[in-house]
């Protein structure tokens, strides 16, 4: 699982490229059929092999206005997923959504029957790659630094569905506190926490609170005073889980 977790996590940290450096970049990876989705600021990937068609989306973008409303408009509402979801990060979706699905439909009448199709992002990617995943019943999500999406019904109807969702967390990444859990938002997936020294751990409640103040206080004699935002960099992510997944 690592392994692949590690190649979602480049992936997500691609998208975030120019096409042409996307196109480089994958070509090395020996991933040559993708592709580009782009409407009114929210951008994803289609990449498909014999195995696998991954929907990668591209997060949050500090400079693109679009980004920053979707993850304003933090009020519940019922979209095309089953409970209530974050309206900016469902109306965001909804922009590209029927084109992915029907590029998903032309791509998986040329394929393995047995092909898995795996939904993953990063920030508001992630938050898309889950909604996504819901709609189009995905086999696996990996998400990196995701927001909260949906409120418990929500939450309820991804477990039902047996979607698999493995939701990365590096140490004190500001972002998946957000929403506040007070506006009934909760966390969906199979929580793989990554602590202060680098390695992944399923840990209680209290050890998670023990380690991520370890983080702040290794910040903040480093003289690192946004600890939260540096964590939240896919980069970390990918570099941090590379490393665990060769160790393992």
């Known amino acids: 699982m690592l392994a692949k977790a590690a190649r979602m996590a480049l992936l997500s940290s691609i998208v975030y490229e120019d096409q042409d450096s996307i196109n480089n970049k994958l070509l090395k990876l020996g991933l040559k059929d993708w592709s580009w989705f782009d409407t009114d600021g929210t951008q994803a990937i289609l990449i498909h092999t014999q195995e ?25 509402k019922r979209s095309r997923e089953r409970g209530l979801v974050h309206f900016g990060f469902a109306q965001a979706l909804d922009k590209v959504y029927d084109k992915i699905n029907e590029r998903l439909e032309q791509v998986s009448n040329n394929v393995s029957e047995d092909v898995r199709v795996i939904c993953t992002g990063h920030s508001l990617g992630a938050a898309l790659a889950t909604l ?3 709609r189009i019943d995905a ?9 909260r999406v949906g409120t418990r019904s929500f939450v309820k109807e991804m477990n039902n569905d047996g979607i698999k ?17 007070l506006m009934a938002y909760r966390h969906q997936g199979d929580l793989c926490y990554i602590n202060h020294y680098g390695n992944i ?11 991520k103040f370890r983080g ?10 946004f600890d939260g935002v540096r964590d939240h960099d896919i980069n970390a992510y990918y570099k941090k889980i590379k490393n665990v997944s060769i160790q393992s």
């Not at 969702?165 to 859990?181: C, E, K, Q």
């Not at 751990?201 to 380690?211: A, E, F, I, S, V």
């Open 201 to 211: 751990r399923k840990m209680t409640l209290w050890q998670r609170t023990k380690d």
């Open 139 to 147: 086999h696996e999500v990996y998400t990196f630094g995701s927001p």
């Open 216 to 225: 702040r206080l290794a910040a903040w004699k480093n003289k690192q005073p």
């Open 132 to 134: 996504c995943a819901s």
């Open 52 to 76: 696998e068609i991954i929907i990668c989306f591209r997060g949050t973008e500090p400079d693109k206005m679009t980004d920053i409303l979707a993850d304003l408009k933090a009020w519940p």
């Open 165 to 181: 969702h493995y939701r990365f967390v590096n140490n004190n990444d500001v972002v998946t506190s957000v929403p506040l859990a």
